[in-house]
């Protein structure tokens, strides 16, 4: 997700076969089944912030979306584990964090403080939890439909990124065989806010902070 610089990267873990690519997984690779319980821990942050991306978490295991527990626990051996210190807000995709080192952060938050708006924490911790449960970033969605005014982007992000950099997290859809999909969600919690110069029709994108009725729906019938 972005915002002024801030951007979400979700990927594999290097341990777990991706389809041949050195980034984000694919959905069918790393989804959960349905009545898992996913143990989650902090690594660090303070307690009132840590109760704060509990309570979000949890929107996504509610009744009618995930047939899902999350578990949190004060123990660190758990399959997803949480740090405030990296930087940048991410997370592994889904299963794949099963295969990070123990010691190792599986998601991260690092633009979230004890000062941070409801709205803030809402937005990044809904997106995170997403990607854990193996949801992709929406404008990389196979069902495309954004048509892309790349040369604009290349120059906006080049100070950030390569152009390789900017294709594959942007522009790069995943591959339909390997992803489970609707039609591309514009108000997904998933999806990066997107300028109107971005665009050749002028589409944009806020920032989502509140899952879709789309992402109730899907989270829903793939964890039901």
């Not at 690519?21 to 690594?43: C, E, Q």
């Not at 929107?59 to 997803?80: G, M, Q, S, V, Y």
Request: aromatic share 10%; net charge negative; glycine share 6%.
């Amino acid at each position: 997700m972005a915002n002024s610089g801030e951007w979400c990267f979700a990927w594999m873990h290097e341990g777990v076969s991706a389809g041949g690519r050195d980034r984000a997984a694919l959905l069918k690779a790393s989804m959960w089944s349905p009545g898992d319980i996913l143990t989650v821990s902090f690594l660090d942050g303070d307690p009132a912030l840590q109760e704060r991306v509990r309570a979000v978490a949890r929107t996504w295991t509610a009744p009618e979306l995930a047939r899902l527990t999350l578990d949190f626990r004060k123990d660190t051996n758990t399959a997803i584990r949480i740090s405030f210190l990296r930087a940048g807000s991410w997370s592994v995709l889904g299963t794949s964090c099963r295969s990070v080192p123990r010691e190792t952060p599986t998601m991260n938050f690092g633009w979230l403080s004890p000062s941070s708006a409801d709205d803030v924490v809402e937005r990044v911790v809904l997106h995170e939890f997403g990607h854990a449960l193996g949801l992709i970033h929406e404008h990389q969605n196979p069902a495309g439909g954004i048509l892309w005014n790349k040369e604009e982007v290349y120059k906006d992000l080049s100070a950030q990124w390569s152009k390789e950099k900017i294709d594959q997290n942007l522009f790069e859809p995943y591959a339909q065989a390997e992803t489970n999909y609707t039609q591309t969600d514009p108000l997904s919690i998933m999806m990066y806010p997107i300028k109107a110069s971005w665009t050749l029709n002028g589409f944009s994108v806020g920032l989502n902070s509140r899952l879709s009725p789309t992402d109730r729906r899907f989270v829903h019938e793939q964890y039901a």
